[in-house]
């Protein structure tokens, strides 16, 4: 393995959570007497350029060409699309703004409630359908330089190109890259949002690792990965999203970067992420959080305790695996996708029903496996302290709440 943003083989092991299923790959009822391929999931970190990555196992074609996550089903996530519009349209004044991966349109739906001409490129045939039964114009298309040029020659370059949660589901980052410049104006902007590493390794989000996302950023190595196609960052924000995200504002144009960049450099550099020594004690960490969430459901079923979970996410799939979760200890999840209804967790083979399946059932605890949604799902799900119910988020360290 050679660092797929500088070709570096001085690549440092991380964390090495054995093998699993793609994390999207949801299961048919007829599909459990099937053998299902696992692919290795070992994080580690170029020691050249600083970007965390893990093998590009499986290509996005096998993922994205038809994709099980619509955004539009977390209500939190459609207001946060809903503030950064108005942000943007205040700060850019944009003509014409373009989404990459803009899944259902949650996005850009608010683009065009403002009368602002735009275009999704979304390369999941399912996901792309769904945005254009809102109303939002959307090419089925994943990006790279081609594509782009395509876009920029039929509707000129935009003022605003928008990447939210999809740099890090790129192998070829160049490419990707090189695409994002090409659709921009000369004078225009990129925004990106991505999880950011620093939140990843301080409050042991190790389940967003995961076959979808091939790398994960700081600061300092997403700015190397945009100058490879002369795309400057000159602003940064920090967000709760993902459990902690940041945004990067980039522009074709040199400029001096504003204070917010140099401030979370320092906040990087002083966490150990711009060599090794920040990431020594994260393997433990892991294992911890491992250990406390086996004990606590061995624990329940050792005394007749049930326990469901709320949510078929991708970064539950990764935990359910590692930890080797199974029925037997967590008799099923719930997920508001009714894509996912009927289906079972890849590898761990968990039934996933509609909500309204708790209420009827009643369960001692409900285990969160979508924890960074924990505000919006907390309220949600309030009704389960009418029987004595309690919530359990697994992450960063196991904790019981009574809603």
Request: a negative charge; proline letters at 7%.
């Amino acid at each position: 393995m050679i660092c797929r943003l500088c070709g570096s083989a001085e690549l440092e092991s991380v964390v090495d959570l054995g093998a699993t299923p793609p994390c999207e790959r949801f299961l048919a009822a007829t599909q459990l007497d099937e053998p299902e391929p696992t692919y290795p999931l070992h994080l580690r970190v170029c020691r050249s350029c600083l970007l965390a990555q893990i093998p590009p196992l499986i290509t996005p074609e096998d993922t994205f060409t038809e994709y099980a996550y619509f955004s539009s089903f977390a209500t939190s996530w459609v207001e946060h699309a809903r503030k950064f519009v108005d942000q943007a349209v205040e700060k850019i004044k944009p003509e014409f703004v373009v989404e990459v991966a803009s899944n259902d349109g949650y996005l850009l739906r608010h683009v065009v409630a403002k009368g602002i001409r735009c275009l999704g490129i979304e390369p999941s045939v399912n996901v792309g359908a769904a945005a254009r039964d809102k109303g939002v114009p959307t090419r089925t298309a994943f990006l790279n330089k081609d594509t782009a040029a395509s876009v920029r020659s039929e509707h000129g370059p935009a003022d605003l190109v928008v990447a939210n949660n999809v740099y890090a589901h790129i192998p070829d980052i160049q490419g990707f890259t090189a695409g994002l410049r090409e659709l921009v104006k000369d004078d225009g902007w990129v925004s990106i949002e991505v999880q950011h590493l620093l939140s990843l390794v301080q409050y042991n989000q190790y389940d967003t690792i995961y076959h979808e996302h091939f790398q994960y950023y700081t600061v300092a190595s997403a700015q190397r990965a945009l100058a490879s196609s002369g795309l400057h960052v000159v602003d940064v924000e920090l967000l709760p999203t993902h459990g902690g995200s940041i945004r990067l504002w980039a522009r074709p144009v040199e400029a001096q970067p504003g204070k917010s960049v140099g401030f979370v450099l320092e906040e990087e550099r002083r966490a150990g992420l711009h060599d090794m020594s920040g990431y020594q004690d994260f393997a433990r960490n892991v294992d911890t959080v491992r250990q406390n969430l086996l004990r606590f459901l061995l624990g329940a079923a050792a005394t007749g305790k049930t326990v469901v979970g709320y949510g078929a996410p991708g970064k539950g799939n990764t935990l359910l695996n590692h930890c080797g979760i199974r029925p037997d200890i967590l008799k099923y999840t719930v997920d508001r996708n009714p894509y996912k209804h009927g289906r079972f967790t890849p590898g761990t083979r968990i039934p996933i029903h509609p909500p309204e399946r708790i209420a009827d059932d009643k369960p001692d605890y409900v285990l969160v496996l979508p924890w960074n949604l924990r505000t919006e799902l907390t309220a949600q799900l309030s009704y389960i302290s009418e029987w004595g119910g309690r919530l359990v988020f697994p992450i960063p360290t196991l904790e019981e709440v009574r809603p």
